[in-house]
């Protein structure tokens, strides 16, 4: 994941009494603002830093499908079951749990036959893995086996991670900001007061899929792997403390 600099805005709070004008603040309109003398009244300056991050999909589901015919039940059956279990014994051999696959059977009659369809879902979180399961797939089964390019997606856990890597570096561009102008301004930069996120979007790059049989198209020409890139604007309050332009005296 990779983050941009920050956009920032920035607003020194005037101490008791000061006067403030800031020109360029939306909804000022350039009128000066004065802030009263309070009991608690303190100088602080206020930030919003932007952030993005992005991040590639970290899922990837393939699925084996095929079907065949027979005459009788027993038949389609046993045929359907042998071809299913190679795919699984392949797949247990390249070390793929079985909570990871979901196997699906659909039988029924038509002109005479008994007809089966079958599918293997397998979820992928090792894309090498995947290559090499599919390499040994196409190459051993024949063409009446479907071989489908591998759908990418974002695991929730992948999208929680990405959410919060992206407003924690939306405050820290902030953060990192307001200390520059905290040292231009000869002040401290000291604890933060208020953080709020303000803003917080996502925006999804889809791939593209097809379908390989049989030898062809084993390498998935087309297939591109998808992010996400997601956004955040934080708003900022940091409290100023005066340097310390005390020497300590030998």
Avoid at 30 to 41: A, E, L, P, R, Y
Avoid at 74 to 82: A, G
Avoid at 130 to 144: A, N, Q
Avoid at 184 to 190: I, P, W
């Amino acid at each position: 994941m990779a983050s941009s600099p920050s956009r920032v805005f920035a607003a020194l709070l005037p101490a008791a009494g000061d006067i403030y004008r800031d020109e360029n603040e939306p909804g000022m309109g350039g009128h000066t603002v004065t802030v009263q003398q309070t009991q608690n009244s303190a100088r602080g300056v206020q930030v919003t830093g932007s952030a993005e991050v992005s991040c590639p999909a970290d899922r990837a589901t393939v699925s084996v499908s095929f079907k065949n015919s027979k005459e009788t039940v027993n038949d389609v059956t046993n045929s359907i079951s042998r071809r299913v279990e190679y795919i699984l014994q392949t797949l247990r051999q390249h070390h793929v749990k079985g909570e990871e696959l979901t196997v699906t059977r659909n039988i029924y009659r038509a002109d005479d036959l008994y007809h089966m369809e079958a599918q293997v879902m397998v979820v992928f979180s090792d894309f090498g893995q995947m290559e090499r399961v599919c390499v040994v797939l196409l190459e051993k089964l024949d063409k009446s086996v479907c071989v489908s390019v591998p759908h990418f997606y974002h695991s929730e856990e992948c999208l929680s991670l990405l959410r919060r890597r992206v407003c924690v570096a939306a405050a820290e561009n902030a953060r990192l900001k307001a200390s520059e102008m905290s040292s231009m301004l000869g002040q401290t930069l000291g604890h933060p007061l208020l953080v709020r996120e303000e803003e917080a979007t996502e925006r999804r790059d889809a791939g593209r899929e097809r379908v390989m049989e049989g030898g062809e198209g084993r390498r998935g020409e087309g297939v591109h792997r998808p992010s996400i890139t997601a956004t955040s604007r934080v708003f900022v309050t940091f409290n100023l403390r005066p340097k310390d332009r005390t020497r300590k005296k030998f």
